[in-house]
């Protein structure tokens, strides 16, 4: 038995997918952006004067580039989960017994697990 609305369920789902595939694009541009970093300063232990600040300025854009990669993709995230507590905010209003039960039911069963554990 299902109380959550198909229309409901379908946008639960998809802030889901959204936010698992920032995720996920986060962790790629982090990752990058390390290997990227270790592969100059591999490159540069050597380097002096006018290619030492080629480098620094590679690193630079590198930096930036990563900033505006992992900015936009927890914009994204910051969005869903304002999107998932609208939507779980409005379900609560919707069906309040059903969660005031539930939580109940929750808070006995931990108390009698917690209870017998001693």
């Known amino acids: 038995?299902?109380?959550?609305?198909?229309t409901t369920k379908a946008q639960l789902n998809n802030s889901k997918h959204q936010v698992q595939e920032s995720s996920a694009d986060v962790l790629k541009e982090f990752k990058s952006f390390l290997s990227d970093v270790e592969d100059l300063v591999q490159s540069t232990s050597s380097l002096t004067g006018d290619d030492l600040a080629k480098a620094k300025t590679q690193l630079k854009q590198r930096i930036n580039t990563a900033k505006e990669t992992i900015g936009e993709a927890s914009g994204n995230i910051l969005q869903q989960a304002r999107r998932t507590a609208n939507i779980t905010n409005h379900y609560v209003h919707e069906q309040?017994?059903?969660?005031?039960?539930?939580?109940?039911?929750?808070?006995?069963?931990?108390g009698f697990l917690l209870a017998r554990r001693d």
């Open 1 to 6: 038995m299902s109380f959550l609305s198909s």
């Open 96 to 110: 309040p017994w059903t969660v005031i039960g539930t939580g109940a039911a929750v808070s006995f069963l931990l």
